[in-house]
């Protein structure tokens, strides 16, 4: 089994208007590895949802990408569109944000995954696609999945809708799978349910998993690696257990500090400030403005992403704070 399956250089996207240009990801890289589920956490607004549907293509026509996304052999970033299509769902499956909103609500459920099956296994037949389409719904454990069939999104709840979602991106066995807010607006219980579904199937299937999210309390529980971002760039990336017992940029020590824990008593920390507009970014280091830390020097010269130990790398300038502050 190859070491990395997705490697991601050097991503940028920024979105043109005549002559204004505005970066909302910018000079990304990382990788991915057969099995392992990487996290992407941030801010609403810092990038995350971008940089996902940069990975595969499907950014809006006023956006423009350049850097490359290397899978299996292949650079995404320069396959023709319909390449990019049989990539799109097959090799790639993707959990969108608002199961509320993502189903189309006048095709049954049925209906739609047999759709994704007609486009990328086109030997079926249609029985064999009714099948296999039950047997995804089946599979996450969605109750009466040949009655959910043939039922309208409207008629199922949210959690039933984030199911239905799963099937149809795992319904023609992906090497990766991205979950972006993949439990956003389901209740805790539900959201448990979730993330114990996709750890299944993960484990069954070998699939790689991108998961964005900005709850840290579920990178907690289901990630292995961790890439922080802020407005558009990578401030901190590690090992789950790195990231959480050992943050070393301030923005991830803000983070983890707006955390509740249980019995605690103490009073969450607040970052002060909010995230720049993308249009005017601050010169230097970008969280300079909110930073704690900052000196002069983080306001005129912007940090590299580095390695302070092997494998936990941030961009800070600064880093290991503990020998620096």
């Given at each position: 089994?190859?070491?990395t399956?997705?490697?991601?250089?050097?991503?940028?996207?920024?979105?043109?208007n005549g002559?204004?240009?505005?970066?909302?990801?910018d000079?990304?890289?990382?990788s991915?590895a057969?099995?392992?589920?990487?996290a992407?956490?941030?801010?609403?607004g810092c990038g995350?949802?971008i940089?996902?549907l940069?990975?595969?293509?499907?950014?809006?026509?006023?956006?423009?990408?350049?850097?490359?996304?290397?899978?299996d052999?292949?650079?995404?970033?320069?396959?023709?569109?319909?390449?990019?299509?049989?990539?799109?769902?097959?090799?790639?499956?993707m959990?969108?944000?608002?199961?509320m909103?993502?189903?189309?609500?006048?095709?049954?459920?049925?209906?739609?995954?047999?759709?994704?099956?007609?486009?990328?296994?086109?030997?079926?037949n249609?029985?064999?696609?009714?099948e296999?389409?039950?047997?995804?719904?089946?599979r996450?454990?969605?109750?009466?999945?040949?009655?959910?069939?043939?039922?309208?999104?409207?008629?199922?709840?949210?959690?039933m809708?984030?199911?239905?979602?799963?099937?149809?991106?795992?319904?023609?066995?992906?090497?990766?799978?991205?979950?972006?807010?993949?439990?956003?607006?389901?209740?805790?219980t539900?959201?448990a349910?979730?993330?114990?579904?996709?750890?299944?199937?993960?484990?069954?299937?070998?699939?790689?998993?991108?998961?964005?999210?900005?709850?840290?309390?579920?990178?907690?529980?289901?990630a292995?690696?961790?890439?922080?971002?802020?407005?558009?760039?990578?401030?901190?990336r590690?090992?789950?257990?790195?990231?959480?017992s050992?943050?070393?940029?301030?923005?991830?020590i803000?983070?983890?500090?707006?955390?509740?824990?249980f019995?605690?008593?103490?009073?969450?920390?607040?970052?002060?400030?909010?995230?720049?507009?993308?249009?005017?970014?601050?010169?230097?280091?970008?969280?300079?403005?909110r930073?704690?830390?900052?000196?002069?020097?983080?306001?005129?010269?912007s940090?590299v992403?580095?390695?302070?130990?092997?494998?936990?790398?941030?961009?800070c300038h600064?880093?290991?704070?503990?020998?620096?502050?």
């Amino acid at each position: 089994m190859a070491e990395t399956l997705l490697d991601v250089r050097n991503l940028s996207t920024a979105f043109v208007n005549g002559s204004k240009k505005v970066t909302v990801v910018d000079d990304v890289s990382f990788s991915v590895a057969p099995g392992r589920t990487l996290a992407i956490v941030g801010e609403s607004g810092c990038g995350k949802s971008i940089l996902s549907l940069s990975m595969i293509r499907l950014v809006p026509d006023t956006a423009r990408t350049v850097g490359q996304i290397l899978m299996d052999g292949e650079d995404l970033a320069a396959v023709s569109p319909q390449r990019m299509r049989q990539i799109r769902g097959g090799k790639i499956g993707m959990i969108f944000q608002e199961p509320m909103t993502s189903l189309n609500p006048i095709m049954t459920v049925g209906a739609q995954l047999s759709e994704a099956l007609k486009l990328h296994v086109p030997e079926l037949n249609a029985a064999e696609r009714h099948e296999r389409a039950v047997e995804g719904l089946r599979r996450v454990r969605l109750p009466a999945p040949e009655a959910q069939f043939h039922r309208y999104p409207h008629e199922l709840s949210g959690g039933m809708r984030q199911r239905v979602m799963i099937a149809m991106a795992l319904s023609c066995e992906p090497e990766l799978l991205i979950a972006d807010e993949p439990t956003t607006a389901l209740d805790v219980t539900v959201q448990a349910e979730i993330l114990a579904l996709l750890g299944d199937l993960q484990r069954d299937t070998g699939m790689a998993v991108i998961l964005i999210t900005h709850d840290l309390g579920v990178v907690a529980e289901f990630a292995d690696e961790v890439m922080v971002m802020y407005a558009g760039r990578i401030v901190e990336r590690g090992t789950v257990g790195e990231i959480l017992s050992d943050p070393q940029h301030p923005y991830t020590i803000g983070l983890m500090g707006s955390i509740p824990r249980f019995g605690s008593d103490d009073r969450l920390l607040a970052i002060e400030g909010t995230v720049p507009a993308l249009s005017a970014m601050p010169p230097g280091c970008r969280f300079a403005p909110r930073c704690v830390f900052a000196v002069p020097r983080c306001a005129g010269e912007s940090p590299v992403l580095r390695e302070v130990t092997a494998g936990h790398a941030v961009s800070c300038h600064f880093a290991p704070l503990e020998d620096n502050l």
